[in-house]
């Protein structure tokens, strides 16, 4: 069983920054793609951004590229999500999750939740305007 918990949320100020931190239980992170979604009240859960389980390619919506980073950590189990210059309709629960097969390397299927098979609780974030 694997456990995802995050961390890093909060209230902040439009045009501010926030580091999400996704933290891993287990001993086979590093062959997963990550990925982080949000959901907003009313609305349907949607992509924000994927990283390979290497790293070294990342995959962001158009909402959040540009300002959005992902990263990971192999050797600490965990994946950040660095944020700048929110806006209030980044104001949603962000979740972190793991993509459902290992070593995946292809990247059409990465924003489909339903391709994620571990999920964590989320962390609030709210952006005031």
């Known amino acids: 069983q694997v456990q995802l918990v995050e961390s890093g949320g909060g209230l902040v100020q439009g045009g501010g920054s926030l580091r999400l931190s996704c933290a891993a239980s287990g001993r086979t992170f590093s062959r997963y793609v990550m990925g982080w979604f949000r959901q907003a009240p009313g609305k349907e859960r949607e992509f924000v951004a994927a990283i390979s389980w290497t790293g070294g390619s990342t995959y962001y919506a158009d909402s959040v590229k540009g300002r959005f980073t992902i990263s990971r950590d192999n050797a600490e189990n965990t994946v950040y999500l660095q944020m700048n210059s929110l806006k209030p309709e980044d104001t949603a629960v962000y979740s972190c999750?793991?993509?459902?097969?290992?070593?995946?390397?292809?990247?059409?299927?990465?924003?489909?939740?339903?391709?994620?098979?571990?999920w964590g609780q989320g962390t609030q974030v709210t952006v005031s305007a």
């Open positions: 999750a793991r993509f459902r097969r290992e070593y995946y390397s292809d990247s059409y299927q990465l924003p489909i939740s339903g391709s994620y098979d571990y």
